[in-house]
């Protein structure tokens, strides 16, 4: 197992290696420059021309890359080009708050879609199974930035039962951290549940014509076993597969949702930078966000040795 | 199976509860405080009470305010809270409450006392300023005139100062007096107070400048007190309490919520999350249906074509001309921007300095036949097409789109390039990749600000430096000219030949709706772009 999880750590270095050159070329094809946007308003050609030279921005781009790779192994991704923070800092005042968005949408998914798809699977080709379908079809179609702005309207304008936008801190108010966290949550958890129900029905329902499912109720084991101690455990395969892809996926996800609710998250710093041209920013931010899906997809591979000792072989 | 079915229904049911259980009162709404309010009949004062006719306008119900309240409004992203690193003007909305400017100026554009309460040229060159003395700064820095000497030290020569162009005709700032300040200027600068109306002219407190995080924990003299800034969320103040004018300070807390997204702020106030925000016009009318308040403010900018002159085919004045004759621009404000906005064809608004009352836009009247002949005239019978580049702004391509069908009828093709909003500048003022930009100008409060930027032969937002020399002759003149009626003859006659000439076509002035939930008081735009004035602006007292 630990020579698993070993291998895999050194296969991520030149991956990580490779998207820090993706990461850093991708802020270079962005339109605009970065030193016109910081003039203002008001400024002259030889203005913005100072600001370019200031930032650093007239180096070779070699020269920049490896000055910000220097940098980023050591933990400093640089300073913000339109404020006085550090990367790193708004980094770690904003990720938190993300993590916590996906993480619930996350445990919204699991709870919808677990039941929802277990009850697919036992009632196949019957109603529960067909709306359990037609609700996972609609989940999965539905745009979340859509569905964010229907839930403001059901939710926050017409019924005010939660608030339409904003973030506040557990540390702060953890009552107005859940009211807060409700709509957003919700919103972004009804994809991944629908997800989760298609992943899971479909599993499942294959498991249960296995063998070894028939010789167990043979054996007279009770439904609830043969369902949950048997079946449910080589039907989760791929929905743990299906989990890495909605963490990474929710990650994403949260930059629309962050921007219909007002959430100073990871996702509203992104936007924010890429619309001021904070290249610093966006780059730290692209980079976190890569070795945080390289990390999740090796926390998935961990969860198939554990569930499956075949791979471990 | 039927264990299964019930299974599955408590789990639905659970988090059901737990959905409803989440509900209830919104912390995070602004909370009216109900506290006994302290009335305060509202008199027509302003910063120094000299030419304040309009704010006076706005103030004479003598409304009750609550002063214990909390005031939340809506805005968008803010740059920086250091009033010589913020980028836009809309930053002004973040930067009001807690810097005085030397001069301030009010809702009609004049220019009123701020902290300084007189000033003058005594010579072309020459500009002195006499201070309001006994206020401090939030720390307890005392304000004087070595305080205005290190601000506009600072402001003019700091390496990273966005504002030094404004200020590059001083040549010295000297403390004469605690309270009175010389000015020494390279050439004579008429401009000069509506330039410290600005953020060139914001005064922060001397001790933050070594402060590395000056640009989020700003120390100024204003109305409010700086509190709090989270990224992305909000920024808070709480009032000053030894302001100089405590009648301007209506509430106890004022919270700017960040909310970069238009839906987002509009349902944040729907919902009660805010007091009052600014909306887009097509929300206007769902609003006054739902009981909210809406003022539409007519600001200074304006939306227009704006035409590289010395590049085909706008080198031709016939053919600009034709453009002109070709835009019905009343069925453009009616159509697009639900009949909110003025339509114009001159560069200035009524009230401004450069406002010529004799210009009218029947005069530049809709006539696709006039259109034609001028295009014949211009040799171009067959037609004409030309790039227009418009940045990606829903509202501003709506308003674009509807020129190019206009366009269309009288034989001009008019290719509409969409880009981002940053590329505006590189693309079309510096590298000059197209001849025409579909775009709002904020606009200047001075004439001389705007002649200068965008019609002289150096101006930064004029491309291809297209001029007259007697353009040149009125911005020289006006710029040593002091006495304000003569530069209005300059500027009214400019504004004939920006007519005659169709140096530019503008479409119609910019219109800020500004919205409020009943129960808010005083609530009004300046005469600029989008920043909102909290000053005598409050909640009413229950």
């Given at each position: 197992?630990?020579?698993?999880?070993?291998?895999?750590?050194?296969?991520?270095?030149?991956?990580?290696?490779?998207?820090?050159?993706?990461?850093?070329?991708?802020?270079?094809?962005?339109?605009?420059?970065?030193?016109v946007?910081?003039?203002?308003?008001?400024?002259?050609?030889?203005?913005?021309?100072?600001?370019?030279?200031?930032?650093?921005?007239?180096?070779?781009?070699?020269?920049?890359?490896?000055?910000?790779?220097?940098?980023?192994?050591?933990?400093?991704?640089?300073?913000?080009?339109?404020?006085?923070?550090?990367?790193?800092?708004?980094?770690?005042?904003?990720?938190?708050?993300?993590l916590?968005?996906?993480?619930s949408?996350?445990?919204?998914?699991?709870?919808?879609g677990?039941?929802?798809?277990?009850v697919?699977?036992?009632?196949?080709?019957?109603?529960?199974?067909?709306?359990?379908?037609?609700?996972?079809?609609?989940?999965?179609?539905?745009?979340?930035?859509?569905?964010g702005?229907?839930?403001?309207?059901?939710?926050?304008?017409?019924?005010?039962?939660?608030?339409?936008?904003?973030?506040?801190?557990?540390?702060?108010?953890?009552?107005?951290?859940?009211?807060?966290?409700?709509?957003?949550?919700?919103?972004?958890?009804t994809?991944?549940?629908?997800?989760?129900?298609r992943?899971?029905?479909?599993?499942?329902?294959?498991?249960?014509?296995?063998?070894?499912?028939?010789?167990?109720?043979?054996?007279?084991l009770?439904?609830?076993?043969?369902?949950?101690?048997?079946?449910?455990?080589?039907?989760?395969?791929?929905?743990?597969?299906?989990?890495?892809?909605?963490?990474?996926?929710?990650?994403?996800?949260?930059?629309?949702?962050?921007?219909?609710?007002?959430?100073?998250?990871?996702?509203?710093?992104?936007?924010?930078?890429?619309?001021?041209?904070?290249?610093?920013?966006?780059?730290?931010?692209?980079?976190?966000?890569?070795?945080?899906?390289?990390?999740?997809?090796?926390?998935?591979d961990?969860?198939?040795?554990?569930?499956?000792?075949?791979?471990?072989? | 199976?039927?264990?299964?079915?019930?299974?599955?229904?408590?789990?639905?049911?659970?988090?059901?509860?737990?959905?409803?259980a989440?509900?209830?009162?919104?912390?995070?709404?602004?909370?009216?405080?109900?506290?006994?309010?302290?009335?305060?009949?509202?008199?027509?004062?302003?910063?120094?009470?000299?030419?304040?006719?309009?704010?006076?306008?706005?103030?004479?119900?003598?409304?009750?305010?609550?002063?214990?309240?909390?005031?939340?409004?809506?805005?968008?992203?803010?740059?920086?809270?250091?009033?010589?690193?913020?980028?836009?003007?809309?930053?002004?909305?973040?930067?009001?409450?807690?810097?005085?400017?030397?001069?301030?100026?009010?809702?009609?554009?004049?220019?009123?006392?701020?902290?300084?309460?007189?000033?003058?040229?005594?010579?072309?060159?020459?500009?002195?300023?006499?201070?309001?003395?006994?206020?401090?700064?939030?720390?307890?820095?005392?304000?004087?005139?070595?305080?205005?000497?290190?601000?506009?030290?600072?402001?003019?020569?700091?390496?990273?100062?966005?504002?030094?162009?404004?200020?590059?005709?001083i040549?010295?700032?000297?403390?004469?007096?605690?309270?009175k300040?010389?000015?020494?200027?390279?050439?004579?600068?008429?401009?000069?107070?509506?330039?410290?109306?600005?953020?060139?002219?914001?005064?922060?407190?001397p001790?933050?400048?070594?402060?590395?995080?000056?640009?989020?924990?700003?120390?100024?003299?204003?109305?409010?007190?700086?509190?709090?800034?989270?990224?992305?969320?909000?920024?808070?103040?709480?009032?000053?309490?030894?302001?100089?004018?405590?009648?301007?300070?209506?509430?106890?807390?004022?919270?700017?919520r960040?909310?970069?997204?238009?839906?987002?702020?509009?349902?944040?106030?729907?919902?009660?999350?805010?007091?009052?925000?600014?909306?887009?016009?097509?929300?206007?009318?769902?609003?006054k249906?739902?009981?909210?308040?809406?003022e539409?403010?007519?600001?200074?900018?304006?939306?227009?074509?704006?035409?590289?002159?010395?590049?085909?085919?706008?080198?031709?004045?016939l053919?600009?001309?034709?453009?002109?004759?070709?835009?019905?621009?009343?069925?453009?404000?009616?159509?697009?921007?639900?009949?909110?906005?003025?339509?114009?064809?001159?560069?200035?608004?009524?009230?401004?300095?450069?406002?010529?009352?004799?210009?009218?836009?029947?005069d530049?009247?809709?006539?696709?036949?006039?259109?034609?002949?001028?295009?014949?005239?211009?040799?171009?019978?067959?037609?004409?097409?030309?790039?227009?580049?418009?940045?990606?702004?829903?509202?501003?391509?709506?308003?674009?789109?509807?020129?190019?069908?206009?366009?269309?009828?009288?034989?001009?093709?008019?290719?509409?390039?969409?880009?981002?909003?940053?590329?505006?500048?590189?693309?079309?003022?510096?590298?000059?990749?197209?001849?025409?930009?579909?775009?709002?100008?904020?606009?200047?409060?001075?004439?001389?600000?705007?002649?200068?930027?965008?019609?002289?032969?150096?101006?930064?937002?004029?491309?291809g430096?297209?001029?007259?020399?007697?353009?040149?002759?009125?911005?020289?003149?006006?710029?040593?000219?002091?006495?304000?009626?003569?530069?209005?003859?300059?500027?009214?006659?400019?504004?004939?030949?920006?007519?005659?000439?169709?140096?530019?076509?503008?479409?119609?002035?910019?219109?800020?709706?500004?919205?409020?939930?009943?129960?808010?008081?005083?609530?009004?735009?300046?005469?600029?772009?989008?920043?909102?004035?909290?000053?005598?602006?409050?909640?009413?007292?229950?």
């Amino acid at each position: 197992m630990w020579r698993t999880i070993a291998r895999r750590l050194l296969g991520a270095i030149p991956l990580l290696f490779a998207m820090s050159i993706v990461v850093f070329s991708l802020v270079l094809i962005i339109p605009g420059d970065p030193a016109v946007t910081l003039a203002g308003e008001n400024a002259t050609p030889e203005r913005v021309q100072e600001i370019r030279v200031a930032l650093g921005l007239d180096r070779p781009v070699v020269e920049q890359y490896f000055d910000w790779l220097g940098g980023a192994l050591q933990g400093d991704l640089g300073k913000s080009l339109t404020s006085s923070r550090r990367v790193s800092d708004v980094i770690a005042d904003r990720l938190p708050i993300s993590l916590t968005l996906a993480g619930s949408a996350i445990l919204i998914g699991l709870l919808i879609g677990v039941p929802a798809g277990i009850v697919a699977a036992l009632n196949r080709n019957r109603w529960p199974d067909r709306s359990a379908t037609v609700g996972a079809s609609l989940g999965v179609a539905m745009p979340n930035f859509w569905l964010g702005l229907v839930f403001v309207l059901v939710f926050a304008v017409r019924n005010p039962w939660f608030p339409a936008s904003g973030f506040v801190r557990l540390s702060e108010d953890p009552a107005g951290w859940l009211h807060h966290l409700v709509l957003p949550a919700l919103t972004l958890g009804t994809a991944a549940s629908a997800e989760i129900t298609r992943q899971l029905r479909g599993a499942l329902s294959d498991v249960l014509l296995q063998d070894y499912v028939r010789t167990a109720r043979a054996k007279g084991l009770r439904r609830w076993v043969v369902v949950g101690k048997h079946a449910a455990k080589n039907a989760s395969i791929p929905v743990v597969t299906v989990l890495g892809l909605q963490f990474s996926l929710l990650l994403g996800g949260t930059v629309a949702v962050e921007r219909v609710f007002g959430i100073p998250g990871l996702g509203t710093a992104i936007v924010d930078a890429v619309l001021g041209k904070d290249l610093p920013m966006i780059q730290g931010i692209v980079l976190l966000t890569t070795v945080a899906v390289v990390v999740i997809n090796l926390l998935v591979d961990v969860a198939y040795g554990l569930l499956n000792p075949k791979v471990r072989a | 199976m039927k264990r299964t079915r019930n299974a599955i229904a408590a789990s639905f049911v659970a988090l059901g509860l737990l959905v409803a259980a989440c509900g209830g009162d919104d912390s995070g709404t602004t909370s009216e405080t109900t506290a006994a309010a302290t009335t305060v009949a509202t008199t027509a004062t302003t910063a120094g009470g000299a030419t304040t006719t309009a704010q006076a306008t706005t103030t004479t119900a003598a409304p009750t305010f609550d002063k214990n309240a909390t005031f939340t409004y809506g805005e968008g992203a803010v740059t920086s809270l250091d009033p010589t690193l913020a980028r836009t003007l809309y930053d002004n909305t973040y930067l009001y409450p807690v810097f005085d400017r030397l001069v301030h100026y009010d809702t009609s554009g004049s220019t009123i006392p701020g902290l300084a309460l007189k000033w003058a040229f005594t010579d072309p060159t020459t500009f002195e300023l006499d201070l309001r003395t006994g206020v401090v700064f939030h720390d307890g820095t005392p304000f004087d005139a070595a305080a205005v000497v290190a601000n506009l030290d600072r402001s003019r020569t700091g390496e990273k100062s966005l504002v030094k162009g404004e200020l590059a005709v001083i040549d010295k700032v000297e403390a004469v007096s605690p309270a009175k300040v010389k000015v020494t200027l390279k050439s004579p600068a008429a401009t000069l107070p509506l330039i410290l109306a600005d953020r060139a002219g914001m005064m922060m407190s001397p001790k933050s400048f070594t402060d590395p995080a000056v640009d989020r924990n700003p120390v100024g003299t204003g109305m409010y007190q700086f509190v709090k800034y989270v990224d992305g969320d909000v920024v808070e103040y709480k009032r000053n309490e030894k302001y100089w004018n405590p009648d301007d300070v209506k509430n106890a807390v004022l919270r700017i919520r960040i909310i970069g997204d238009d839906a987002a702020r509009l349902n944040a106030l729907r919902s009660g999350q805010l007091d009052a925000t600014w909306v887009d016009e097509s929300a206007v009318a769902n609003l006054k249906s739902t009981g909210f308040k809406v003022e539409v403010i007519s600001k200074l900018g304006l939306f227009h074509l704006q035409l590289n002159r010395n590049q085909a085919p706008f080198n031709n004045p016939l053919v600009r001309r034709a453009v002109n004759h070709a835009i019905d621009r009343t069925a453009i404000t009616k159509g697009v921007l639900f009949d909110l906005a003025i339509p114009t064809v001159q560069p200035f608004p009524e009230g401004n300095l450069g406002y010529n009352p004799a210009l009218k836009v029947s005069d530049v009247k809709y006539d696709p036949a006039l259109a034609k002949k001028l295009l014949a005239d211009a040799g171009l019978s067959g037609g004409v097409s030309f790039n227009c580049f418009v940045v990606n702004t829903s509202g501003y391509i709506a308003r674009t789109e509807a020129v190019q069908a206009m366009l269309a009828e009288v034989g001009i093709k008019m290719n509409i390039q969409i880009i981002a909003g940053g590329d505006i500048i590189p693309k079309f003022y510096q590298n000059q990749e197209a001849p025409c930009a579909s775009t709002p100008f904020g606009g200047r409060l001075d004439p001389a600000q705007t002649i200068g930027l965008m019609f002289s032969d150096t101006g930064s937002l004029n491309p291809g430096k297209g001029t007259t020399p007697r353009i040149l002759e009125i911005l020289k003149t006006s710029l040593a000219e002091t006495d304000q009626a003569k530069r209005k003859t300059l500027f009214q006659e400019f504004s004939k030949i920006y007519v005659d000439e169709a140096l530019n076509i503008p479409l119609h002035y910019m219109s800020f709706p500004f919205a409020h939930r009943d129960g808010v008081l005083g609530v009004k735009g300046l005469f600029d772009v989008r920043p909102f004035d909290i000053r005598n602006v409050g909640v009413k007292a229950r």
